[in-house]
């Protein structure tokens, strides 16, 4: 099991190892899949499931919708337009908080490429991933980390699994979770998929842009329902008024005895959601590691200030010191090499 007030902060890089796009590659699709191509009101390029949903909805009878479905390709054409000039959908989004329409349009392109993914992922029943088949997710990290959680559990007490980590996931997938379950169920003879699946849910696991919904309800890989699935994300904008998930993450941050970083870009916005104000010199902080996969050295003493700014007002080299990046290592490696550091 891990050390008590671990927390892992998890970022679009962790998500990679299971098939995910990172940031640039989810732009890379979204910037596509809104070039809605007409021709005399026929799609001639684009995506058709999502364009049908507005077709659908709007359709070409009533003048009035028909205005609110130009408006929708309009905000379509402009994300396929702007995007490249953020760093990730979540950005661009962020940059047009006074306008709902682009919140709800790159909503539904984050909730139809992410579910799309989790259909192509190396974790469902289509590349054979089953309670009784986990080994092809063997090369990725939540191989180990799970492992790691459930290390010295007896059987009787496997409620207590996870119990004083936190789990901070900017990412939309449930990988997470639906590994977990899974993992369970292999690990401990006997147990339900259900039983599973309530004892993930008792984990500390925050979300601060939502998922694409319970497993319950969209189990994982449904793509055909990314409509639905839309309306469980949450803009940064939306993020930061919900006093709920602000404080949880917050709260895990400044009594953090550990944190780790895997698959994080460190963007300004989801740093200022982590900021735990503090309003004094944390003359301890915790010990920090990070992956360092696409990071430079030369930008350490930056980030290393930055991630001490989110618990501590103040810094010395003492501290700073304690923060670890590992450059060049991706997720599993990362953790393969931290495992005993993170483990009692």
């Given amino acids: 099991m891990f050390k008590d007030n671990t927390v892992f902060v998890i970022g679009a890089g962790a998500s990679q190892e299971f098939g ?88 539904l392109q984050i909730a139809y490429a992410i579910s799309i993914a989790e259909w192509e992922s190396k974790l469902t029943k289509e590349k054979g991933f089953k309670e009784s088949n986990i080994e092809n997710a063997h090369d990725t990290w939540v191989w180990s980390f799970s492992r790691a959680l459930i290390n010295g559990v007896r059987a ?56 694409l919904g319970d497993l319950d309800e969209f189990p994982f890989g449904t793509m055909p329902r990314f409509v639905q699935m839309a309306e469980n994300l949450i803009t940064w904008s939306e993020t930061i008024r919900d006093e709920r998930i602000i404080d949880d993450i917050r709260t895990a941050i400044k009594d953090a005895q550990r944190i780790v970083f895997m698959g994080f870009a460190f963007a300004r916005q989801n740093m200022q959601l982590m900021d735990s104000k503090p309003t004094q010199y944390n003359a301890d902080g915790p010990m920090v590691y990070s992956t360092g996969y696409g990071l430079q050295r030369e930008t350490e003493e930056s980030l290393s200030l930055n991630i001490n700014a989110l618990y501590s007002d103040g810094a010395t080299e003492r501290v700073l010191s304690k923060i670890h990046f590992q450059y060049g290592a991706k997720c599993k490696d990362f953790f393969d090499i931290h495992r005993l550091n993170l483990v009692q």
């Fill in 156 to 211: 009787n007490q496997v409620e207590k699994i996870g119990e004083k980590i936190t789990i901070i996931c900017f990412n939309y997938d449930r990988c997470i979770e639906h590994y977990l379950e899974h993992f369970l169920v292999r690990s401990f003879h006997g147990m339900s998929i259900i039983e599973a699946r309530n004892i993930v849910r008792n984990i500390r696991i925050v979300h601060p842009y939502g998922t």
């Fill in 20 to 107: 995910f796009p990172i940031g640039s590659g989810l732009t890379q699709t979204i910037k596509k899949n809104c070039n809605f191509v007409l021709d005399a009101g026929r799609l001639r390029e684009g995506e058709k499931p999502i364009f049908r949903h507005y077709e659908k909805i709007y359709g070409y009878e009533d003048r009035t919708k028909v205005d609110q479905f130009n408006e929708r390709l309009q905000a379509s054409w402009q994300i396929r337009d702007g995007i490249e000039s953020a760093d990730s959908i979540d950005e661009y989004i962020f940059r047009y908080s006074d306008n709902p329409l682009i919140a709800e349009v790159g909503k």
